[in-house]
């Protein structure tokens, strides 16, 4: 075996990722390689001009690697990148964001919008003030707090994942309750954040796991995931540098967490009075309102020993 090392500039390696995502996306649930061999394969192909094919050995094979399947599948791959307004037109040199690379220069960013198939969008950080959730469906988010969140926190928030936003699911952190969306987490940027599906899937139906999301006096907004051991991690959103007046919109919904309503019972013995996810989400609101007033109770012992009134 032999390594082949390409250099190149950060986008075009996003984009050449993504692209070959795109080919091995083709093959049928039988082929026996690893995503990363796939991917291996699919990049020899490519460059050698020969066809990229499934390796199941099965007659009834379902790939869909045909030069139409694949080119539609490509078509479909698009690059994000989050930048100031005043970056664009030149009046600042605050780096930008590039969606699963990291920060870039200004003058990257000006290198990439120069490109004839790079499009400009812009968000406007107002319209947040006015709603959050779409019309008429409460639980989905807007086109600018989806974009707005996925660029605020730049990867997946569960601690050590470094899966790109743009590619993760947004999660409501206090689960939406849809019988009752008064009851629940609301569709707010201080309740949604991304997780890659693993991670989504990790939380919402593994036992013991609970996030939470906090937004400070400051404006800052930390997420938390505790284990089922009981230990906290705490981060910042990644790019609070970018963002830094997204934490200061102000919420518009009613307080939401800190109870949890009492469970009714029969006569003749304990009776369900409501689902397991229901139940499963009010412990889960329960617990995180628990653990907020343990860390505001330490923050204000601190704050007093340090001689500074806990205000």
Not at 211 to 239: S, Y
Request: glycine content about 8%; charged content about 25%.
């Amino acid at each position: 075996m032999s390594e082949l090392i390409i250099t190149a500039a950060a986008e075009d390696v996003r984009i050449a990722k993504e692209v070959l995502d795109a080919v091995i996306a083709g093959v049928c649930p039988k082929d026996p390689r690893t995503k990363q061999v796939r991917r291996s394969d699919a990049a020899m192909a490519r460059l050698n001009g020969t066809a990229f094919t499934c390796q199941c050995g099965e007659d009834d094979c379902t790939a869909e690697l045909s030069a139409e399947q694949v080119q539609a599948r490509c078509a479909r791959v698009v690059l994000h990148v989050v930048v100031r307004e005043e970056t664009l037109d030149g009046t600042s040199e605050t780096p930008a964001q590039l969606d699963g690379f990291g920060p870039i220069s200004a003058q990257h960013v000006h290198e990439i919008a120069a490109r004839s198939d790079a499009v400009a969008r812009k968000v406007d950080l107002g319209d947040l003030l006015d709603h959050q959730a779409q019309p008429g469906n409460n639980y989905r988010p807007t086109a600018t707090l989806d974009v707005v969140l996925r660029g605020l926190f730049g990867t997946c928030t569960w601690p050590g994942c470094s899966e790109p936003a743009f590619a993760a699911d947004l999660d409501h952190v206090c689960e939406y309750d849809h019988d009752d969306p008064a009851a629940g987490g609301p569709t707010c940027l201080c309740n949604i954040n991304p997780k890659c599906r693993f991670h989504h899937g990790l939380k919402t139906s593994a036992e013991g796991w609970l996030d939470d999301q906090i937004v400070d006096a400051n404006g800052v907004i930390w997420t938390e995931v505790t284990t089922p051991e009981g230990f906290t991690v705490r981060q910042q959103a990644l790019n609070t540098w970018l963002l830094p007046e997204v934490g200061l919109i102000p919420c518009s919904h009613p307080t939401f967490g800190g109870t949890r309503p009492d469970s009714g019972h029969v006569e003749d013995g304990p009776q369900r009075t409501k689902s397991r996810t229901k139940a499963k989400h009010d412990y889960r609101i329960a617990r995180r309102a628990a653990n907020r007033r343990i860390r505001e109770e330490a923050e204000a012992r601190e704050l007093a020993e340090d001689g500074v009134p806990p205000f």
